[in-house]
């Protein structure tokens, strides 16, 4: 008897897995690179919804860590 190859569950992904995997300067960037790479090479699906989405797309200075926000040095003309 042959049995078929049962397809991993989908994993939903969370808005901060997005942000932080886009984000080197978060100190879990490589923890979520490495973990949605894993899950894509093992053939499983990636889920978002429209929230999460919309919640990435909005990130804007939001995705700087704290620690790095307002160091530019800005310049007076």
């Known amino acids: 008897m042959t ?3 049962v397809a991993p569950e ?3 992904v969370d808005t901060n897995v997005l942000v ?3 984000v080197p300067a978060f100190p879990l960037h490589v923890d979520a690179r490495m973990r949605l790479t894993e899950l ?3 053939g499983v699906c990636l889920w978002i919804s429209r929230q999460t989405l919309r919640e990435y797309l ?3 200075k939001k995705m700087e860590p ?3 926000r307002n ?3 800005r310049t007076t003309t």
Do not use: H, I, L, M
């Open 58 to 60: 909005s990130r804007d």
């Open 20 to 22: 932080y995997a886009a």
């Open 71 to 73: 160091t530019r040095k």
């Open 3 to 5: 049995t078929a190859a």
């Open 66 to 68: 704290r620690n790095t």
């Open 10 to 12: 989908p994993v939903f």
């Open 40 to 42: 894509e090479a093992a």
